[in-house]
């Protein structure tokens, strides 16, 4: 799972490389980028394609949630309170989904169409590895190319104006938000992480491909990067 990568391009080079019109995201520091940060995407205003910033982490399922918000009621009735299920329900904390895998999910599918897809530019990515010692360690990949800071871009969706619970000392918001999709690893992200790697897009017919066909179309590109395009890198 991808919960943290790194962008170290600015808004000229994204609008250049996604053929976007305009800059809604402002001057973009070089930074790594956790869950819920508010990340840069590409996604489509009317016929045009901007850069704008959402929310990192799409909506939990539905069950995800109540059974999370069931087991906080069963504690606070051990405890000899009153609790108002509904309201407990509907304030429960979703911190969010940062990696979709599985697209045959009818909680992903309403999310799928081009009107809600979108290019989430980065120019390094990390999977979980271990140290000698065995303590967490993120392993850093990029493109296998001269450019130090290779920019491309992951296959996002997005989600406009939800409104629920991040953080209970927030309480309710109303946000953007953002995922991209992962799929079974190629040959070098599988050696530190077998289980997944993100959907990269570099080439511009796979960014109009993601960004414009129809889900039958689109669906393709859920595949891992070829063998020897990656290689690790130093942060």
């Known amino acids: 799972m991808c919960n943290l990568y790194s962008l170290r391009k600015g808004p000229a080079a994204i609008l250049d490389l996604a053929s976007a019109m305009s800059n809604e995201a402002g001057n973009l520091e070089p930074r790594d980028l956790y869950p819920d940060y508010a990340v840069p995407i590409v996604r489509m205003e009317g016929d045009r394609r901007i850069l704008a910033t959402a929310r990192w982490g799409m909506p ?96 996002g969706i997005w989600l406009e104006g939800w409104t629920g619970v991040r953080k209970i000392k927030t309480g309710l918001e109303t946000c953007d938000l953002t995922a991209f999709l992962t799929t079974e690893p190629n040959a070098e992200v599988g050696a530190v992480h077998p289980k997944a790697m993100p959907v990269i897009l570099t080439e511009p017919d796979e960014l109009d491909t993601w960004m414009t066909a129809t889900w039958d179309i689109a669906k393709e590109l859920q595949r891992p990067l070829e063998d020897g395009r990656l290689v690790r890198t130093k942060r």
């Not at 429960?92 to 530019?121: F, Y």
């Not at 390094?124 to 010692?133: C, H, L, N, Q, V």
Request: hydrophobic content about 35%; charged content about 30%.
């Open 60 to 155: 939990s399922s539905r069950k995800a949630i109540f059974d999370k918000a069931s087991a906080r009621a069963d504690k606070l009735r051990a405890k000899g309170k009153d609790v108002d299920f509904d309201e407990l329900l509907r304030m429960e904390p979703d911190s969010g989904t940062t990696n979709v895998r599985n697209t045959a999910s009818s909680h992903w599918k309403p999310w799928l169409k081009p009107e809600n897809r979108c290019l989430v530019p980065f120019t390094a990515f990390s999977e979980p590895g271990r140290s000698a010692e065995g303590k967490y360690q993120p392993i850093w990949f990029k493109l296998a190319v001269d450019d130090p800071e290779p920019l491309a871009f992951f296959a």
